[in-house]
């Protein structure tokens, strides 16, 4: 016990000086939004951001964990950001949904969130600036693209501003005791391509019903005996459900990669991706004339999607992530040379890579 005293003494004295240095920082914080209000820049600049925890994890040695350091750090930018002005982000709702969840873990607490009921209303919202910025999913790492998200992108003029990852955990939720109580799942469609294997085999007899979003799910448990619902930890907080399974998805390693939309392009770090979108006819030679100059300037492509053009028949959008930022020289030419020989390209962001 002589020893649990003195270590907490030190502690003590640590948490002082970690205080006295906060402030300073918070200080230094309010003299750069001056110099931000006189020059016209943003309160949200990712490409520093990155900067920062970048820069921290590289003097760390041993604990805290990488995670654990970036938890931390994300909530003293958070606070950074909220001292030079409070920023608003829209997400696809409702409250506790996973786009919540991920927006949360990217901004921190000291930001206002606004929940809206459709991806297009994330895009309207900032478009209109009633929000800052906005948090779309865009692909799954079990079910793939989210292809509305992609459709926005065809008329929208927002550009990606970052990215972020969310490691999805779908939890069973309810009131029931334990889970011969449930006769009724309600889930989204698709979480239950995430989760169908679970269900199968531990909840043979429910029925499903289809929920428009997890949190809906969850919010419809909550309301009907002998249901539950499949949704995230956070919606059992905010929904008063009890969590009778923890992590039912079929695959455990389930990603879910979410866009930050705002209305510029961030600035390079020089470990940067950048993400367009080509509309090529369907003629033959066409996809190799859109991946040929990836190849030949030496760019990692990450990933591509392909959807209809919705204009005229057997048109299509290529969507087309790769490494670099647009004012590479090497991404200054590909791009050229794609649109010389593949059609119109609209570069839809250039922004950090996402800090795993």
């Not at 990712?46 to 964990?65: I, M």
């Not at 909220?82 to 829209?90: D, E, I, T, Y």
């Not at 949190?215 to 995230?232: N, P």
């Not at 905010?238 to 992590?247: D, E, M, N, R």
Request: hydrophobic letters at 40%; charged letters at 25%.
């Amino acid at each position: 016990m002589e020893n649990l005293g003195r270590y907490r003494k030190a502690i003590d004295a640590l948490d002082i000086k970690i205080v006295s240095l906060l402030q300073q920082r918070a200080a230094n914080s309010k003299k750069i939004a001056r110099v931000k209000q006189g020059t016209g820049r943003k309160v949200y600049d990712p490409a520093r951001e990155v900067e920062v925890l970048r820069n921290v994890l590289g003097v760390k040695k041993g604990d805290p964990s990488d995670e654990g350091l970036k938890a931390i750090y994300n909530e003293i930018l958070s606070e950074s950001r909220k001292l030079q002005k409070k920023m608003s982000v829209a997400y696809l709702g409702p409250v506790a949904s996973y786009s919540h969840e991920a927006a949360m873990k990217h901004f921190g607490s000291q930001t206002d969130y606004m929940p809206v009921n459709s991806i297009k209303e994330v895009f309207e919202e900032v478009e209109k600036g009633n929000a800052d910025y906005g948090c779309v999913p865009i692909e799954n790492s079990t079910e793939g693209a989210v292809n509305y998200s992609f459709d926005m992108f065809a008329d929208s003029e927002l550009k990606i501003f970052s990215e972020t990852m969310l490691n999805i955990r779908h939890c069973l939720l309810s009131n029931c005791a334990s889970l011969s109580g449930i006769k009724t799942v309600f889930i989204h469609p698709q979480t239950l391509g995430q989760c169908r294997g679970w269900l199968e085999s531990n909840l043979p007899g429910a029925v499903l019903k289809e929920a428009s979003s997890n949190s809906k799910a969850a919010m419809l448990a909550s309301g009907q005996k002998d249901s539950a619902a499949v949704a995230g930890a956070m919606a059992a907080e905010i929904y008063g459900l009890k969590v009778l399974a923890p992590s039912i998805q079929d695959m455990t390693d389930n990603v879910t990669r979410f866009f930050i939309l705002g209305t510029e392009f961030s600035r390079k770090t020089g470990e940067d991706k950048t993400s367009i979108m080509v509309s090529i006819k369907d003629k033959v030679g066409a996809l190799f004339l859109l991946l040929k100059p990836f190849t030949k300037h030496g760019l990692n492509l990450t990933s591509i999607e392909s959807r209809p053009s919705k204009k005229k028949a057997w048109d299509y959008y290529f969507f087309v992530d790769f490494s670099g930022h647009r004012d590479d020289a090497k991404v200054k030419k590909s791009l050229a040379e794609i649109e010389k020989n593949c059609g119109a390209v609209k570069i839809l962001g250039s922004y950090p890579r996402f800090l795993r």
